[in-house]
């Protein structure tokens, strides 16, 4: 017998790979999207800072605005920096 | 009388000129008196002032001739049953000899009106103006009086036969030379029917006698001519109708009546006529009542018919007797088991829309499609078909309503304009009967079909949520590779149910979409290599698709190979991101060679995966593929099943599997009974759900319990409704909650006594 796979459609769900499964910030999973937007993924993507905590991007930009004084991390309240890895 | 020479000759010469005085006589009225003797007879009674005696006697003598002989012999012709009814004779020969008889009688009544007139008599027999008067009175009393309990079967087949003799519907059997109730060519069946009417005329006995007759038989052809037209016919026949009844019920009875001197002919034809159309619109609405059902289900075609109906109803009774029909047909007819939900679906559309036709207020609606409503409520499927049928191809009622959509929300500020004071009307009666009674007349004004069907189940999301499986499953089984098209439908839907509701949705379809580009981007990568198997993936949001049904497979090597290329491609393209598979899910396109026959099909991933290790080696123990391909063997053992009933496969012995190389024709044509791939659902099904969603309060209720140590069903309840409840889909009930913690009792998890639940120690 000879077995010819013509086409393999398979399926598969997309996920960030981080250390935890929501956004400190909004509580939202990194899989689905920030309050702010409608779409995922490239639409409202995530960000690291340099203390290794990641939220997505929006709501780390939103908090940081919200701060007069210092940037920190909501999470470990060190410095916020921009991993740009 | 006194017995003087004068009295004794006066008496002889009244028995002389009035036969009928004398017992015996053969009643025959002779004109061998003179005129001398007649005046000698006037003077002497005038003299004696016995006139008015005279007169008196001679009238009882006819009223006794009448009771005795004369009428018990006309009833005594209609005795004679075994006549058919064809023969005119039998009525005929009845009234001849009547009317004979009459005739006689009428010869003595001139004589003592002749006598009245000379002796001056003022007084005449019951008020009468003149004797024949009262003959006539005396002999329509009698004849009533007599009157066996049955006659009108015979006027009837009389009057029949003379209605079909006349009727121009079937001109044709008398044109033709025959006669339709003699079948001879030449008869004089109209002479009699014409000399029986004028004589009952003159007798004044026609409208006595037949007139009832008439009536009855009037109804009967009209409901038979009418129950004819209607047949399997839904065209508009009342104008038609009208005009038949003036043109042929009522020309005809005025035939009848023609000889009438008794009555206004014009007059007692008007009375007709304002009955028998009445009898007409109550029989024609009758008749369409009862084939309501029929008229509904093939609407639009059946327009006509229930234009007819809607012009009735203000005429006659019959809406009650309407809604309690209608429903009746509808349970018996539409509302079981035989019967599939889309086509109960198509039914209801179409009584939506025959209703509003019929009574464009929605009252008689609302009490109609009540019990659909429950029904449907009942049916598993209902709202898969509706959704699934609003976004179908082709010609199908509620897509069509689905499109109607923007034209209507357009007109609503129109019929507000038209809801003002002056021209407003009460509900019908009917709406203060109706079980439901409706809480806003507003709302009923337009009737939009979508929304009452969603508002059999009182939300949205429940529909929402159906069409977001039926559109997981098309999307995941590839079927509808025209993203466009469903992004069409799916906007129609939103300007119905919302935007946010179908969020959702739009983020699947826009998986699609990206896929397809993602795909392309990886493949175009000089990395990639899609030498083994060609894979196409289907990436989703997992957070915005339905849950899955969870299975475990473990895919063929060089399958697994390929998708972590797959991956490696995504990873690199999509950074900080990878993929999850879903193994079991997808559509696998295979070719298989074997010695002698080859097959092209579509299958699941789990029944390529199995000829990919069948290919490798020819024959397995069920055990042993179980564990490569990491599924249960019962699973497996089912899957196999579809390549045996294919040929391909086979059970060589208990438990083993070998590959069919050439085709046993022995084998029975096989009998595709695949539980296929294609019927199932990939999602998880509602129960499946509510499962998970239990599991998930099942550690809230750990935690309460370790805390509380012993607590009540209601009082578990009311926490887990505080606390565990906002997330789930479903709130559950108490006694969903008991089923599901008796489970728990049922495997020792959990203790229950006194009425509390507490855990083991
Ligand atoms: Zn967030
Ligand atoms: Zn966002
Ligand atoms: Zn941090």
Redesign the pocket.
């Known amino acids: 017998m000879k077995v010819t796979i013509k086409q393999w459609s398979g399926v598969a769900s997309w996920k960030w790979v981080a250390n935890d499964d929501n ?1 400190g ?4 999973p990194f899989d689905s999207c ?2 702010d937007c409608k779409l995922p993924g490239d639409d409202c993507p995530l960000v690291w800072g340099q203390c290794s905590h990641c ?2 991007m ?2 780390i930009v939103k908090w940081l605005q919200s701060q007069t004084v210092n940037q920190q991390c909501p999470m470990c309240r060190q410095e916020w920096k921009f991993n740009n890895k | 009388m006194d017995e003087s020479p004068d009295s004794k000759k006066a008496w002889a010469l009244s028995q002389k000129i009035f036969p009928i005085l004398n017992d015996f006589s053969t009643c025959n009225q002779e004109d061998t008196f003179f005129k001398s003797q007649f005046e000698e007879l006037c003077n002497y009674m005038q003299a004696n002032g016995l006139q008015d005696f005279l007169q008196q006697l001679i009238i009882n003598q006819v009223e006794k001739r009448f009771r005795d002989e004369i009428v018990p012999a006309f009833w005594s012709y209609f005795q004679k049953s075994e006549l058919h009814n064809k023969d005119l004779n039998q009525f005929y020969n009845a009234v001849k000899s009547l009317y004979d008889n009459y005739k006689e009688m009428d010869k003595i009544t001139s004589g003592l009106e002749l006598f009245r007139q000379c002796t001056h008599v003022t007084k005449i027999p019951y008020n009468e103006k003149t004797i024949n008067n009262a003959l006539k009175l005396i002999l329509k009393a009698t004849v009533l009086a007599q009157s066996p309990l049955n006659y009108q079967a015979v006027t009837l087949s009389f009057y029949e036969t003379a209605l079909r003799i006349e009727d121009v519907d079937s001109y044709l059997g008398f044109d033709s030379g025959h006669c339709a109730a003699c079948d001879q060519d030449s008869c004089n069946c109209l002479h009699l029917l014409q000399e029986t009417n004028r004589k009952l005329s003159e007798m004044n006995l026609l409208e006595p006698l037949v007139g009832q007759t008439f009536t009855n038989l009037s109804h009967k052809y009209i409901y038979t001519h009418i129950q004819k037209m209607c047949k399997d016919n839904y065209d508009s026949f009342i104008t038609r109708l009208e005009t038949w009844l003036h043109t042929v019920v009522i020309v005809w009875l005025r035939k009848m009546y023609s000889f009438d001197t008794s009555i206004c002919l014009n007059e007692a034809m008007d009375t007709f006529q304002t009955k028998l159309v009445n009898y007409l619109y109550n029989s024609y609405t009758k008749i369409r009542i009862n084939q309501l059902f029929n008229i509904v289900i093939e609407y639009p075609e059946s327009l006509p018919a229930l234009e007819d109906i809607r012009l009735c109803l203000p005429r006659t009774d019959l809406k009650p007797l309407l809604m309690k029909k209608l429903q009746r047909a509808m349970e018996t007819r539409l509302l079981h088991h035989g019967v599939s939900t889309a086509d109960i679906l198509t039914a209801y559309v179409a009584t939506i829309k025959s209703l509003k036709v019929l009574d464009p207020t929605g009252v008689l609606l609302e009490s109609v499609t009540d019990p659909i409503h429950q029904y449907l409520r009942e049916r598993e499927d209902t709202v898969r078909c509706v959704m699934s049928s609003l976004t179908e191809e082709g010609p199908n009622d509620l897509a069509e309503e689905l499109h109607k959509r923007g034209a209507v929300d357009e007109n609503i500020n129109v019929e507000d304009g038209d809801d003002d004071w002056e021209t407003w009307t009460p509900d019908p009666i009917e709406a203060a009967v109706s079980p439901n009674p409706p809480k806003d007349v507003g709302s009923r004004r337009n009737v939009d079909i979508i929304s009452m069907l969603v508002d059999i189940y009182g939300s949205n999301e429940l529909f929402v949520n159906e069409y977001r499986n039926l559109l997981a499953d098309r999307l995941l089984s590839q079927y509808t590779s025209d993203t466009e098209k469903e992004i069409r439908y799916l906007e129609l839907l939103k300007l119905k149910f919302g935007d946010s509701n179908l969020h959702f949705c739009e983020v699947m379809l826009k998986d699609v979409v990206d896929s397809k580009r993602i795909n392309q981007r990886i493949k175009e990568d000089s990395e990639y290599s899609e030498s083994i198997v060609p894979l196409s993936t289907l990436i989703v949001s997992q957070q915005f698709w339905p849950p899955f049904k969870e299975e475990k497979l473990e895919l063929h090597s060089k399958v697994a190979e390929q998708i972590k290329q797959f991956t490696a491609g995504f990873e690199t393209l999509k950074g900080s991101r990878t993929l999850c598979w879903k193994n079991h899910l997808g559509v696998v396109n295979i070719e298989i060679e074997l010695n002698d026959r080859t097959f092209n099909l579509s299958v699941s991933p789990m029944q390529a995966t199995i000829l990919m290790h069948f290919q490798d080696k020819d024959t397995w123990q069920l055990e042993e593929l179980s564990n490569v391909m990491q599924c249960t063997a019962s699973l497996l053992r089912r899957k196999i099943s579809f390549w045996i009933s294919h040929g391909i496969l086979s059970e060589t012995s208990i438990d083993m599997f070998s590959v069919q190389n050439v085709e046993n024709k022995n084998l029975a044509k096989v009998v595709f009974c695949d539980e296929d791939f294609e019927a199932e659902s990939a999602m998880a099904s509602v129960q499946d759900q509510k499962d998970e969603e239990f599991q998930n309060i099942w550690t809230y209720i750990v935690g309460m319990l370790k805390n509380l140590d012993s607590l009540p069903l209601d009082r578990i309840h009311h926490m887990l409704k505080m606390f565990a409840f906002q997330g789930l889909t479903t709130e559950c009930s108490p006694s969903e909650l008991k089923v599901f913690l008796d489970r728990k009792v049922r495997k020792r998890l959990l203790i229950f006594s006194n009425n509390l639940y507490t855990l083991p120690k």
């Open positions: 956004c910030i909004c509580r939202m920030c309050p939220f997505h929006h709501c």
